[in-house]
């Protein structure tokens, strides 16, 4: 069974960080690129980050370039988003994603709220 489960949402002042972890099971995680999109109220889901395997590659969205790092830990099927210099445009739900070429994979979400 697979499973993807993201946690770290919250709700966090402007300018402040937080660290979005996806624990994914189910799956050879090391052999999967993975994704965090998010979905704002009114929004389209928009892809936020992206770090491939193998090779390692990133792709960033450029709302999120020079804030965001994706980052993994394949010892701990772990697939992280450090988030920086948070706005209340980065208020969404965000999920993670896994694309194998047989399945499409996502987690429920969790919720980051960028407010004073």
């Known amino acids: 069974q697979v499973q993807l489960v993201e946690s770290g949402g919250g709700l966090v002042l402007p300018g402040g960080s937080l660290r979005l972890s996806c624990v994914v099971s189910?799956?050879?995680?090391?052999?999967?690129?993975m994704n965090w999109y998010r979905r704002a109220p009114g929004r389209e889901r928009e892809l936020v980050a992206m770090?491939?395997?193998?090779?390692?590659?990133?792709y960033y969205a450029d709302s999120a370039k020079g804030r965001f790092t994706i980052s993994r830990d394949n010892a701990k099927n772990t697939v992280y988003l450090q988030m920086n210099s948070l706005t209340p445009e980065d208020t969404a739900v965000y999920f993670c994603?896994?694309?194998?070429?047989?399945?499409?994979?996502w987690g429920q979400g969790t919720q980051v709220t960028v407010s004073s």
């Open positions: 994603n896994a694309r194998p070429l047989w399945g499409d994979y």
């Open positions: 189910g799956l050879t995680f090391r052999t999967l690129t």
């Open positions: 770090n491939s395997s193998p090779g390692g590659g990133t």
